[in-house]
Nanobody
Framework: QVHLVESGGGLVQAGVSLSLSCAAS????????MGWFRQAPGKEREFVAA????????VYADSVKGRFTVSRDNAKNTVYLQMNSLKPEDTAVYYCAAGSGARIRVGQTWYEYWGQGTQVTVSS
């Protein structure tokens, strides 16, 4: 079992930056691929970014590529999402998720453990 807790969300203006954190406890953090997903009001949850177990490989959704950066610190059992140049369309509840395996996956059904989410609201 892995327990995930996101933090760092808030209300910000367009164009600024925000950093999310996801702290993990339970089973060995470094065993898991970590992903970030988001769900906007009235929309389905979508993939944002993911990072492999050692932090050497990352994947991003086209909508955030070049603006968001995912990273992890296995010593701190934490994964981060640095969000720059935020846009109103980035408004959503952001979730971190953990999945077992060797390769990054973008499908949310593959991820086994999920946090409760943190709200990010970007005003224009």
């Amino acid at each position: 079992q892995v327990h995930l807790v996101e933090s760092g969300g808030g209300l910000v203006q367009a164009g600024v930056s925000l950093s999310l954190s996801c702290a993990a406890s339970g089973r060995t953090f470094s065993r898991f691929i970590m992903g970030w997903f988001r769900q906007a009001p009235g929309k389905e949850r979508e993939f944002v970014a993911a990072i492999d177990r050692l932090g050497e490989s990352t994947v991003y959704a086209d909508s955030v590529k070049g603006r968001f950066t995912v990273s992890r610190d296995n010593a701190k059992n934490t994964v981060y999402l640095q969000m720059n140049s935020l846009k109103p369309e980035d408004t959503a509840v952001y979730y971190c998720a953990a999945g077992s395996g060797a390769r990054i996956r973008v499908g949310q059904t593959w991820y086994e453990y999920w946090g409760q989410g943190t709200q990010v609201t970007v005003s224009s």
